[in-house]
């Protein structure tokens, strides 16, 4: 298992449902007959990762002996939560314009390489600016979409990497009342050999990420929060974590994706939509923090989940006594 990638993950408040989906061990039939004792919650459809390899670092875990789940625990103290590297703002746009102002003429922000590029379409600012509660603040306006199918593309000053720390990019949407749901944001690397990460809201609200499910908008006329994650890169590839609308303390994520081969580069920042679609927030950096106001668990908390699973182990091991004295008799 791959120490670097299991410390990515976040939300683990699901301790027995994780082990289960990216352990893998070689049990025998006995200890399988133990495993149906102490591993309560059987759930099928916790047992597969969409859009996954079989044959990737994540596997189907089989039943384990308590030694294994001992030696698993004492690994999860020694990775602990989440890695937090040193906040880095990379970009920004909050689209401070003025009313109406057409989107090829916008060139303000941080961290861009030249102004808006209108592909298709007629995008201009429009106040208000969008905001949400575990959002950091807003300034400016936001993108209206005017009419019609609209698209535009704005590059990156340097391509951003996820070489060396996590890549977290947050942004925000809404659907003004009247207009039908559809918009699309893309990150575009500059290998043509890995795909584009795509977040797409389609008609009647649901939410995909490189189309696998990720849940649902909150509605027309209400903002949505979108926030992803790109795990530092390691031998394995790139995990991609999407939380749609998170709370106060990010739980676990709305969608994941695996993208195998070498680190991102990011180039560009692409965005398509119908007409009536707004987008607002555009925030780049290397920590939450930079991105979004929701907290990450805290430390102690990962402390006392795993040391209460530690309590299990004496019970694990007496269980496994009796039924070996049982088979013996």
């Known amino acids: 298992m791959d120490k670097e990638l299991f410390g990515k993950l976040p939300g683990l408040s699901r301790p027995f449902e994780f082990w289960k989906t990216v352990c893998h061990s ?147 949407e809404l659907t003004a009342i009247g207009a039908v749901p559809s918009a699309s944001v893309e990150l575009q690397p500059t290998s043509p050999s890995l795909p584009d990460i795509a977040v797409d809201k389609v008609p009647g609200g649901a939410i995909t990420l490189n189309g696998l499910p990720a849940g649902f908008s909150a509605g027309v006329g209400n903002v949505d929060f979108f926030v992803l994650q790109l795990a530092q890169w390691n031998a394995g590839g790139t995990l991609v974590n999407l939380f749609v609308d998170p709370g106060a303390v990010l739980g676990p994520p709305t969608a994941s994706l695996l993208l195998p081969g070498s680190a991102l580069q990011l180039q560009q920042f692409y965005y ?49 006594r009796l039924l070996r004295k049982s088979s013996g008799a």
């Open 26 to 172: 070689d049990a025998n039939n006995h200890e399988q007959q133990l495993a149906d004792e102490f591993w309560p919650m059987q759930n099928p459809a916790l047992n597969q990762i969409p859009y996954m390899k079989k044959n990737s670092i994540f596997h189907t875990a089989r039943r384990t002996s308590p030694y294994r789940l001992a030696a698993a625990l004492a690994l999860c103290f020694a990775i602990g939560p989440a890695r937090e590297t040193a906040a880095s703002i990379l970009a920004y746009e909050g689209f401070n314009y003025a009313v109406n102002q057409p989107l090829p003429t916008m060139a303000l922000g941080t961290g861009w390489g030249g102004p808006w590029t209108q592909i298709s379409g007629a995008m201009v600012g429009q106040p208000p600016t969008l905001s949400y509660p575990t959002a950091l603040p807003s300034t400016g306006e936001a993108l209206l979409n005017g009419g019609g199918l609209g698209s535009a593309s704005r590059p990156f000053l340097t391509p951003l990497s996820n070489a060396g720390s996590d890549l977290w990019i947050s942004f925000q």
């Open 272 to 320: 398509q939509s119908n007409a009536g679609e707004e987008l607002d927030e555009i925030r780049v950096g290397t920590t939450l923090q930079d991105v979004a106001a929701a907290a990450v668990p805290e430390p102690s908390t990962f402390t006392m989940l795993v040391g209460g699973l530690l309590l299990l182990l004496p019970f694990a091991a007496r269980t496994r």
